[in-house]
């Protein structure tokens, strides 16, 4: 029975690995500027994880089916080293990936967490609250007006709580149900968390920031390809959680400013 | 306050002192026998298990107060609506409750201790101090319920104000543990009328009011500093 | 020898059937209760589990029957949305306290550690048996928030502020649902507390003649030092629950920030801080996933060497890795929080001894693979699932490697490779931990073997099922399939549903096969071949007990006196292959670690 169970491990080990491999199930492409450092990050330590993986699961099935078959009298044999190898090994092999992946890691996510928006990025608010995304835009005037929570109604679609009749900000504010940004520019995205904790995350935008109610928050990225693809929110906020999500569509300068006309006459 | 002599407890008192160090055994349960033999690396001598014990409770009381500090301290960075709270004045003659307590206390386990153990015979109320820490301990308590009483009367009440809701929090919370250590207290007066008491046992209690003591201390800096 | 009547009288055996089976201080009694609690919470856990499964496979299918357990949850035997989550949050509760903290550690723990320190019991019976009742009494407390009229909390084992903070307005559930989880958990925490107090004084303070601490086997040390953990993680979940109780009840804004409305209604509360319940919750947290596999580890090592006819490489290194994962366990709970809102810098400082505690980890798993090299493994059901541990054990280890680092984490945070990496160790390594546990511990709390055969089907179907199940979680993490959904509606979520649906088959076949599991429990405890005082050749104090199960007081009348380290197996020159430590064998000091 040992031999059969050394023989299951190696197969599962390479059989979980194949789909690995094959990359059948992968994350969508990447459409941002900072992902290829996540991606490269990502294929590292798949790598590395990967070898460890199957080196360590094959050798346990090696001795599992080498050392099953000792009777009473047999000698026991100490593996080379003993102990004190096993702890080399550990430190000389964790401790190389874990300063190499933990190193590298440092700039990938400094890239998107400790470097400020650039100066000209364009600015658009998310507000998150249960079940659903509201997205507003400066519009001309290039200030967002101030949020007042006791005006939000669902009933009225003031979804941020605008005054428009007293704060001048806002009459220009541009709310929407979904999210346009410009291709190949910054966009400088603020959260805020209308109710309980959401979170933002655009698996091909390779970003993913939880929403803090009564802090808020900013993230910035830019978009390399056209197309529309989905907001999700990550963090459990109700029952409506699996249904909360948007649309993303990443658009030409061109389209972007005409959708911004045409969400402007819409307000 | 009993009146009638007790005999020291036998048996149970001298297993909790510290054995010759040729006995080779491991305390608080009978497994006194002499040493036969080299055991390499094998102790002597260990402590009576509620020793451990109460070290092993205080240290997770000190961990949840740690908790409740850090809470507050997180808390009043977060927000711009901490308001300060005036310690009600009582608190301070509470805080002295307390600490007499702790040393009538002392005086009180010396003198148990020194009867049990036979060292001071013919004592005429041997546990007299330890009623008097259990009187201060009530009073304590009861003097932190007039505290509560009174920022009732100004209007602070548990929901009011951050600072208030710490307030209460922690002052309910450690008063709690100290009805506890009375608790325990009450146990080794208890014990000891029927000549039942170890040693551990009104140390290990012992150490509880000490700490409350101290913790009690510690809150009244918090609360000074932080409200 | 040791004089045991003075002592005999403070430990006489109890004789009514109510403080021999119910209220017994007997700490033995008490770990059959706490395994059978455990056995409790695993069924319903498991079935839950099912019923999330075929909910997430086919989302609007009915279920049949299942609006007979809410009428409100499943009207016409269709889950509702609210229901599922309401289902995963007690599933998680009950599996991560009621199971896995409560068996490994509290039901062998009470059982073994007082016989392998060679004891009568624990120094504070009644503590010991208070902490089984307390746990007890959270445990239907936990469970009578199914038939509240909103349910159980929707919010997750994990609970986050403000959605539980607020109350009723931020869900179903959300009222009196949370309450009563919340006063669950405190009364566990009470359980664990007063348990690790008796578990640290039995081991610093009973052990008898001649058992130094380093010559203790690894289980006790496991059970040590997870006792250690508990003491401290427990003592700040518990704040914790009470701060949210209060502000569930009481109006408080511990966690609740200003200007938060809900179906168009400002909350009354103001400036509290979200991030600390995070904060508070997984500073708790971690050590607990820690608290669920130490003792696991301890069991394994323990269940191998005796298999392997062979000590490990190096007891000490096992427990000075054991001591510090425990250690290193406090200073990394931030990599639940990397995308948490929290400062970015602070996300960097903890990925980093996050990455440094896989070298413990690593050292574990290499001494145990070194150690079978060589060995004379005997294969049995116990071994099997040890041998099983070891394997999920790196699987779930390895997983956990991208989890470490923030960037890799922006993209997995939060999706089916989370899920993964905590089912492979949780629920895979730690329950096989708890099986080998069983098999190899049950003749001498039984008297009986457990059948073999069965044993051995028992494995094979969890083994090849588990990894059916857990390993595909984390193809639908890379793809970013994100966690807690109760439906999957996203176009990009469309092509994995097929992945569910297998996964869904995998998870009720092997759910069947724990059937067999409790049919040889039950079976084996009445009818199972009666079993020598030492049927696996072990040479720790449990095998040396006079009777088997032990009498009342373990070990008759007098303790016994231990005068070797805890594996002295395969020595040459000696009479058999193996020593036990009550023997006074003269073994050469060169194999004897203590």
């Not at chain 2, 901490?82 to 010396?110: C, D, K």
Request: hydrophobic content about 50%; overall charge neutral; aromatic content about 14%.
């Amino acid at each position: 029975m040992a031999k059969i169970l050394a023989v299951t491990i190696i197969v599962i080990a390479i059989g979980s690995a194949i789909p690995i491999i094959r990359h059948t199930w992968d994350p969508p492409a990447d459409i941002s500027t900072h992902g290829g450092m996540i991606d490269e990050q990502m294929s590292e330590t798949m790598a590395e994880a990967g070898i460890s993986f199957l080196a360590s699961q094959i050798l346990l099935a090696l001795f599992i089916w080498k050392f099953s078959s000792g009777r009473p009298g047999d000698k026991i044999k100490t593996f080379p080293g003993g102990a004190k190898a096993m702890v080399w090994a550990a430190f000389l092999l964790v401790g190389t990936e874990v300063l190499a992946l933990g190193v590298f890691g440092v700039k990938a996510w400094a890239t998107v967490y400790l470097t400020p928006p650039s100066a000209n990025a364009v600015p658009v608010q998310v507000q998150a609250g249960q079940f659903a995304f509201y997205f507003r835009y400066p519009g001309p005037d290039g200030t967002f007006g101030p949020l007042h929570p006791d005006l939000i109604s669902e009933a009225n679609e003031n979804f941020f709580g605008l005054d428009t009749t007293h704060d001048a900000d806002s009459k220009d504010d541009i709310v929407t149900a979904e999210m346009a940004i410009p291709v190949n520019k910054e966009i400088h995205l603020l959260m805020h968390a209308k109710d309980v904790g959401h979170s933002f995350y655009v698996p091909a935008l390779r970003v993913q920031q939880d929403f803090v109610p009564g802090l808020d928050l900013s993230l910035h990225f830019t978009a390399t390809q056209i197309g529309k693809y989905e907001i999700v929110c990550t963090q459990l906020c109700g029952l409506g959680h699996y249904n909360m999500k948007a649309y993303l569509e990443v658009m030409s300068q061109d389209d972007f400013d005409n959708w911004l006309k045409k969400e402007a006459a819409l307000q | 306050m009993a009146t009638t002599v007790h005999d020291p407890p036998k048996i149970e008192e001298r297993r909790d002192q510290l054995p010759v160090i040729s006995d080779s055994g491991n305390g608080g349960r009978g497994t006194l026998v002499p040493a036969s033999g080299n055991f390499r690396a094998v102790k002597d001598y260990a402590p009576p298990p509620s020793s451990t014990g109460i070290w092993v409770v205080l240290a997770s009381i000190t961990m949840s107060f740690a908790a409740f500090t850090s809470a507050l301290i997180v808390r009043q960075g977060s927000s711009l609506d901490w308001r300060h709270l005036s310690l009600p004045r009582i608190l301070y003659f509470n805080t002295l409750l307390l600490l007499a307590s702790s040393f009538t206390l002392e005086v009180g386990r010396r003198q148990v201790g020194g009867y049990m153990s036979g060292r001071k015979v013919g004592m005429a109320h041997p546990a007299r101090w330890l009623y008097i820490t259990l009187f201060l301990g009530l009073l304590f308590v009861a003097g932190q319920y007039i505290a509560w009483q009174q920022l009732r009367a100004e209007g602070l009440f548990l929901a009011t104000n951050p600072s208030s809701s710490f307030f209460y929090l922690l002052t309910a919370i450690h008063a709690l543990h100290v009805l506890g250590g009375l608790g325990g207290l009450t146990r080794v007066v208890h014990k000891f009328n029927r000549s039942t008491l170890r040693k551990s046992t009104l140390d290990a209690t012992s150490h509880y009011w000490h700490f409350m003591d101290a913790l009690w201390v510690y809150l009244m800096f918090l609360l000074w500093f932080k409200l | 020898m040791h004089d045991m009547s003075a002592h005999a009288a403070e430990h006489h055996a109890p004789t009514s059937f109510i403080s021999k089976h119910v209220f017994s201080l007997d700490h033995k009694v008490i770990g059959k209760q706490y395994y059978g609690l455990a056995l409790v919470a695993v069924l319903i856990g498991m079935v839950l589990s099912w019923l999330m499964r075929i909910h997430l496979a086919w989302t609007n299918y009915p279920i049949p029957g299942l609006h007979l357990l809410s009428a409100n949850g499943a009207p016409g035997n269709v889950m509702t949305p609210e229901y599922y989550l309401q289902l995963m949050t007690m599933h998680a509760t009950i599996m991560v306290f009621f199971v896995l903290t409560t068996a490994p550690f509290a039901a062998f723990g009470n059982y073994f550690l007082p016989i392998q320190v060679g004891a009568e019991d624990m120094p504070f019976p009644h503590f010991n048996m208070m902490s089984f009742w307390v746990t007890f009494s959270g445990f239907l407390v936990l469970m009578s928030s199914f038939f509240v009229s909103d349910g159980p909390t929707l919010g997750g084992w994990t609970q986050y502020a403000p959605l539980s903070a607020i109350g009723p307005a931020s869900g179903p559930g959300q009222g009196t649902g949370v309450v009563l989880w919340a006063i669950s958990i405190g009364l566990f925490c009470v359980g664990q507390l007063l348990g690790s107090l008796n578990f640290i004084t039995t081991t610093l303070d009973m052990r008898t003649k001649g058992m130094s601490m380093w010559r203790l086997p690894l289980s006790a040390w496991a059970w040590f030092i997870t006792s250690v953990m508990g003491l401290t993680a427990f003592a700040v979940l518990m704040p914790a629950t009470i701060l949210l109780i209060l502000d569930h009840v009481a109006g408080t804004s511990f966690f609740v920030p200003s200007g938060l409305v809900l179906n168009d209604q400002l909350q009354p509360h103001s400036g509290g801080s979200t991030l600390l319940w995070q904060h508070l919750f997984w500073f708790f947290g971690h050590p607990e996933v820690y608290i669920a596999i130490v003792p696991g580890m301890g069991i394994v090592s323990h269940v191998l060497i005796t298999n392997m006819r062979r000590p490990m490489l190096s007891h000490r290194v096992l427990v000075y890795a054991m001591g510090s994962l425990a250690v290193l366990s406090y200073m990394v709970y931030g990599h639940h929080m990397f995308v948490s809102g929290m400062n970015p810098v602070s996300s960097l400082a903890f990925s980093f001894p996050t990455l440094i505690i896989t070298i413990p980890s690593t050292i574990v798993v290499l001494i145990w693979m070194g150690s079978i090299y060589g060995s004379k493994l005997r294969i049995n059901t116990a071994s099997l699932f040890a041998l099983g541990f070891v394997s999920m054990f790196i699987s779930g280890g390895v997983s956990g490697f991208f989890l470490a680092q923030p960037s890799i984490d922006i993209m997995l945070h939060a999706t089916y490779f989370v899920v993964g990496h905590f089912h492979l160790v949780m629920a895979v390594a730690a329950i096989f931990g708890i099986f080998a546990g069983t098999y190899f511990w049950f003749p001498k709390m039984f008297g009986r073997m457990m059948d073999e055969t069965l044993g051995k089907i028992h494995f094979w179907l969890s083994f090849v099922g588990a990894y059916c199940i857990f390993m595909p979680f984390h193809y639908l993490g890379i793809a970013g399939n994100v966690r807690r959904y109760q439906a999957f509606v996203d176009d990009y979520l469309q092509p994995l549903i097929p992945l569910h649906r297998f996964i869904t088959i995998a998870a009720l076949l092997t759910g069947l096969a724990q059937l067999i599991f409790l049919y040889n429990l039950f079976h084996s405890r009445f009818w199972g071949k009666p079993a020598t005082d030492n049927p696996w050749e072990g040479t720790s104090l449990e095998w040396s007990t006079p009777t088997t199960p032990p009498p009342h007081n373990n070990f008759g009348d007098k303790l016994p006196e231990v005068f070797h380290d805890p594996y002295q197996y395969s020595v040459e020159g000696a009479t058999r292959d193996y020593v036990m430590q009550t023997s006074p064998e003269k073994v050469d000091p060169a194999h004897d670690e203590a």
